[in-house]
């Protein structure tokens, strides 16, 4: 399976000319705000380092957005994928 991984991503990242990212397990709380974005029941944090980081991510989607903000001043082309774990209750 890892092999297999390793291929798909190699597809994605040259052979569509793609950038992966990789994002923290938690969702961003002042991003979430600036989508106005209430992802809905989210297992909590029981001790987190920041109030913003408080939240396990159940979407790879904000942190998608925030990549797609943080690079379109730079770039006429994104593209990005991301092959990260969510976590539901």
């Known amino acids: 399976a890892s092999i297999q ?3 798909i991503k190699h597809q994605l ?3 569509m000319a ?3 990212l990789s994002s923290y397990a938690l969702f961003d709380e ?3 705000r600036t989508l106005n974005w209430q ?3 989210t ?3 029981k001790n987190p380092v920041s109030e913003n980081w408080s939240r396990l991510a159940t979407s ?3 942190m998608l957005f925030k ?3 943080d690079n379109s001043t730079e770039n006429d082309q994104l593209r990005f994928f991301e092959w990260g774990r969510t976590w539901h209750t």
């Open 5 to 7: 991984l390793s291929r």
């Open 13 to 15: 990242a040259y052979g």
């Open 18 to 20: 793609m950038r992966e």
């Open 30 to 32: 002042s991003f979430l």
């Open 39 to 41: 992802p809905g029941e």
């Open 43 to 45: 297992a909590q944090v």
């Open 60 to 62: 790879l989607m904000p």
């Open 67 to 69: 990549a797609v903000r």
